[in-house]
Nanobody
Framework: QVQLVESGGGLVQAGGSLRLSCAAS????????MGWFRQAPGKEREFVAA????????YYGDSVKGRFTISRDNAKNTMYLQMNSLKPEDTAVYYC?????????????????WGQGTQVTVSS
């Protein structure tokens, strides 16, 4: 129903900032809750942030609270992840996801649609 494409990843030095975007296409008229997950080599996919359809409710993983901000612009069918004060441990492939409820979810298995991911590498 929905196709998701991440962009904005790249190489950044520790302490720097990066903004990821997730563009949705297909049945974008549906009111999807969305989120960001990340996966580092050899590790499980980790919850990063989630946002309700309206954008009024957000969740953050403990490791990114105070540094990352999730937002969305439904008119543009786009979700964003602003990442500040980046650390080497933030290095991972970042995935955007969407599910059929309007609420945000921290659970990987709750999401129905996934992008292919974008690599974020933070150098020390």
């Amino acid at each position: 129903q929905v196709q998701l494409v991440e962009s904005g990843g790249g190489l950044v030095q520790a302490g720097g900032s990066l903004r990821l975007s997730c563009a949705a296409s297909g049945r974008t008229s549906s009111r999807y809750g969305m989120g960001w997950f990340r996966q580092a080599p050899g590790k499980e996919r980790e919850f990063v942030a989630a946002i309700s359809w309206s954008g009024s409710s957000t969740y953050y993983g403990d490791s990114v609270k105070g540094r990352f901000t999730i937002s969305r612009d439904n008119a543009k069918n786009t979700m964003y992840l602003q990442m500040n004060s980046l650390k080497p441990e933030d290095t991972a492939v970042y995935y955007c996801a969407a599910h059929g409820g309007t609420y945000p979810s921290t659970l990987r298995r709750a999401y129905d649609y996934w992008g292919q991911g974008t690599q974020v590498t933070v150098s020390s």
